[in-house]
């Protein structure tokens, strides 16, 4: 498992640069779930990138914009385990998928940096749930991802765009890394109906910037 990871969060910074702000959350029966912030700006507490931490996990100043004006966030734990088919009678301990979760937004805008414990949740649920998170998938949260955020789900996106897949040794499957697109509930209601690549559509004739901590949900009438 450890060494997993350290291929993970390698293929991260490869990526991304250093985090400059990290923080973690355990919940019972689960392995422990980090969350990197990632600005471009560097290391920013100590020497692992950790600070001491406010009420939102991470080091206490905010995030800062890298070069594009946004803040990554990654998930760091996930992949250690392959997800098992919910059906399945006896899960592999090796085979299965894996992945990685990315949530990508406009720095300064909003409080996003309040999204450790949203992503930490998404992240555990493979384990807590026994879902296999896949691209075209909904996941839901029941509560805003941030404090005041008009998007309480996710769309999960297909792998590739801003992190290659994680190639591991076999019998091991790749670490996938997988954006999550923020949705209003007008928006996973009528996913539900019409389906994702619908509704990515949507997005994209209508020029939504998926980005945007404030955007309110696209028209779909």
């Known amino acids: 498992m450890a060494d997993v990871l350290a291929l993970v969060e390698a293929r991260l910074l490869l990526a991304f640069g250093e985090p400059d702000a990290r923080a973690s959350v355990t919940f019972l029966g689960t392995d422990r779930i980090e969350v990197l912030r990632f600005t471009g700006a560097g290391a920013g507490g100590g ?3 950790s600070g ?3 009420s939102d996990g991470f080091q206490g100043s ?14 760091l734990g996930m992949s250690a385990h392959p997800m098992a088919d919910p059906t399945a009678t006896l899960a592999d301990p090796l085979r299965g998928p894996r992945a990685e ?3 990508t937004v406009r720095a300064g805008l909003a409080a996003t940096d309040q999204v450790l414990r949203p992503l930490a949740v ?18 839901g949260l029941g509560e805003p991802l941030w404090p005041g955020a008009p998007f309480p789900s996710v769309l999960v996106g297909e792998p590739g765009g801003l992190v290659a897949d994680l190639e591991l040794d076999e019998p091991l499957d790749p670490v996938r890394f997988l954006p999550l697109l923020p949705m209003t509930p007008n928006e996973a209601a009528w996913k539900r109906v019409h389906g994702a690549a619908a509704l990515q559509e949507r997005w994209l004739a209508r020029g939504t910037d998926l980005r945007d901590p404030l955007r309110s949900s696209v028209a779909l009438d």
């Open 47 to 49: 020497p692992d990138g």
């Open 52 to 54: 001491p931490g406010g």
């Open 62 to 75: 905010g995030p800062g914009p890298d070069a594009e004006g946004v803040v990554r966030y990654a998930t």
């Open 101 to 103: 979760l990315l949530l």
């Open 122 to 139: 998404l992240a555990a649920s493979p384990q807590v749930e026994g879902v296999v998170v896949a691209p075209g998938a909904s996941l």
